[in-house]
């Protein structure tokens, strides 16, 4: 039990090794589109073309609303791919943390925790009134 608690904890460690090594990440998405431009005589509008692009869309929720940043191949595409790959991979640890973090929960032995002693309860003080009625 001993060797699989400390596999466990060295895989924590090195979980949270990789989350302080994350850089910039941001929450988002991004789709790759193609559009047709609506001209009747233009390419596009044959059936079997896929129509003009690729666009892509950054969409992420900003309180509660969907915000779309239209984007072009380029630095700024490229920036947020590895922002939002980012994220995802951090998202991804933080998920795999918790799962580490159950297991060694359910491996410790209820003794290895130091089982919480109770605190002696403060003493009452005497109340100001008695309820007892003082007539005769």
């Given amino acids: ?8 904890q ?5 979980l949270l090794q990789s989350l302080a090594a994350t850089g910039d ?6 789709t ?4 047709s431009c609506g001209k009747p005589n233009c390419a596009c509008a044959a059936p079997d073309h896929p129509g003009h692009g690729p666009y892509y869309a950054f969409t992420k929720k900003v309180d509660g609303k969907t915000k779309t940043l239209q984007l072009r ?3 700024t595409l490229a920036k947020l791919e590895r922002e939002v790959a980012s994220y995802r991979s951090f998202r ?12 060694l929960c359910d491996t410790r032995p ?3 925790q130091g089982a919480e002693k109770k605190t ?5 003080s005497k109340p100001r009134w008695s309820p007892k009625s003082t007539r005769s």
Wanted: glycine residues 4%; hydrophobic residues 30%; proline residues 7%.
């Fill in 10 to 14: 060295a895989r924590r460690t090195a």
């Fill in 120 to 124: 002696p309860s403060r003493p009452r």
């Fill in 25 to 30: 990440m941001r929450r988002g998405s991004i």
């Fill in 73 to 75: 191949s380029g630095p």
């Fill in 1 to 8: 039990m001993t060797d699989s608690l400390s596999r466990l």
């Fill in 110 to 112: 209820v003794d290895d």
């Fill in 92 to 103: 991804e640890t933080c998920e795999r943390l918790i799962e580490v973090n159950e297991a």
């Fill in 32 to 35: 790759e589109v193609y559009r």
